[in-house]
């Protein structure tokens, strides 16, 4: 293998840049050169590829966001969207691709290898940490750290003024933000989508704390209730309780990348490479007890990932 391309797909998430660090390092310590491809899918389709050195990979390492781009692209998830894009990438004479991402881009990379046999290894690059086959993905502590960080200054105008706040935050269909952001940040509730929602049992926290103490509610998006707005909503009608309401939003997506993801994409992206030149291929490289593992990019979506038991029970005890 003597040419690879590297990309980033779907939600951007900090650490990305570093991974793209690693692998063109990486790459180039073992005689491989490396393109990037701009955009995501939709740029491979374009074929919007640029040459990576050690020059264009300088100062990447503390970089949120991705200098790559990203997208989240309809026409990759077509068969003739694809095909086109393995045909770029054969003009380019790419042997080899890493993808970071979640579990949109990992569906893509598994249709191209079984479609046009052009070997790929994923890394698991997204916020939400809901991939199988990792403890954790790139970007998941940086957002944990920022919404806590956000969630310390609510407390302090919650506390002041013992109001009932209600703050959702990213994750999708997972509830690991939301949890370890919600001990952290010493919740008196925390709503995720693993768990059964009970609204009375709130309510009895909010009794519990009283009016001149504040209550915080982390609410995790995919929560079978609803958002945060579904929440304040039934707080008041059904038990005439005013809460606040902050979503936290994109803010989780950005920032400089923590110590811990910097280390995990200079680590992936390093173990990615070297699973392309093993002979790897529809494989994502993540990290289970400090080992690098290798799952099946299909088992990364199909496989559920659930919340440590502990930390459930965890958030009632401290609650
Ligand atoms: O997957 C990362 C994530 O930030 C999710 O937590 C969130 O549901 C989604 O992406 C938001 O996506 P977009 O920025 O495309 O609205």
């Not at 200098?67 to 989240?72: F, I, P, Q, Y």
């Not at 086959?133 to 302090?156: H, L, Q």
């Amino acid at each position: 293998m003597r040419k690879i391309a590297v990309f980033t797909s779907g939600g951007d998430a900090p650490g990305m840049n570093a991974l793209i660090r690693a692998v063109v390092r990486g790459a180039l310590s073992k005689g491989i050169e490396v393109y990037g491809v701009l955009g995501g899918y939709s740029g491979m389709i374009e074929g919007n590829m640029l040459k990576l050195g050690k020059k264009e990979t300088a100062n990447l390492i503390s970089l949120g966001g991705t200098v790559l781009k990203t997208s989240r692209s309809k026409e990759f998830m077509q068969k003739g969207g694809r095909a086109a894009a393995a045909e770029k990438l054969k003009d380019y004479g790419i042997e080899g691709i890493i993808a970071c991402g979640g579990d949109g881009t990992f569906h893509g990379a598994h249709d191209i290898w079984l479609e046009h046999q052009i070997p790929i290894v994923g890394t698991p690059g997204t916020i939400d940490n809901d991939l199988y086959g990792t403890d954790y993905t790139i970007g998941f502590d940086t957002a944990i750290n920022t919404a806590a960080e956000a969630i310390d200054k609510i407390r302090d105008t919650a506390d002041s003024h013992g109001r009932v706040f209600i703050v959702e935050v990213m994750g999708r269909h997972a509830g690991f933000i939301a949890m370890d952001v919600g001990i952290s940040a010493g919740a008196e509730f925390i709503a995720v989508p693993e768990t059964v929602t009970n609204l009375d049992q709130l309510y009895q926290r909010i009794l519990t704390q009283g009016k001149q103490q504040r209550t915080i509610v982390i609410v995790g998006e995919g929560d079978e209730v609803g958002g945060a707005n579904t929440f304040a909503q039934i707080l008041k009608e059904r038990y005439e309780i005013d809460a606040k309401v902050t979503i936290l939003g994109h803010i989780q997506r950005g920032g400089s990348p923590t110590v811990r993801d910097r280390v995990l994409a200079s680590r992936l992206g390093v173990a990615a490479v070297d699973a392309l030149l093993a002979g790897k291929t529809d494989v994502m490289v993540g990290e289970i007890n400090s080992e690098i593992v290798y799952t099946p990019l299909e088992e990364t979506w199909t496989k559920r990932k659930p919340i440590n038991d502990y930390l459930i029970l965890l958030a009632d005890i401290l609650t």
